[in-house]
């Protein structure tokens, strides 16, 4: 398992260089975009972690059945995009009552 973890933080540092020089090269193309990058360093993290859950849930395994892991990451996917949706306009509403 240590060795999984390993390549996986190595495999996924190699995708974010890979995807910081696309951005860099694009940057006049979704500069005005920006503000919805931010929120992807935390989701990526989320996703590992939720992977990693999943996997310790059975027992280092795939669930036999590929509708069960579909399953599986479609409801942890509604889920994490329910509760980012439910803070985002919390704290929407929360500045603006503020301010």
Known sequence: MLRINILTIAGTGLLMLLAGVLLFVLQDSIGQ?????????????????????VFQHYNGQLPERPWQTLTEV????????????VFSVLLVVAINQLK
Request: proline share 6%; glycine share 10%; net charge positive.
């Open 74 to 85: 479609l409801a942890g996917t509604a889920i994490a995009a329910g509760v980012f949706f």
């Open 33 to 53: 975009y920006r503000r919805f990058f931010l929120a992807v360093p935390p989701l990526g993290v989320a996703a590992y972690v939720f992977v990693f859950n």
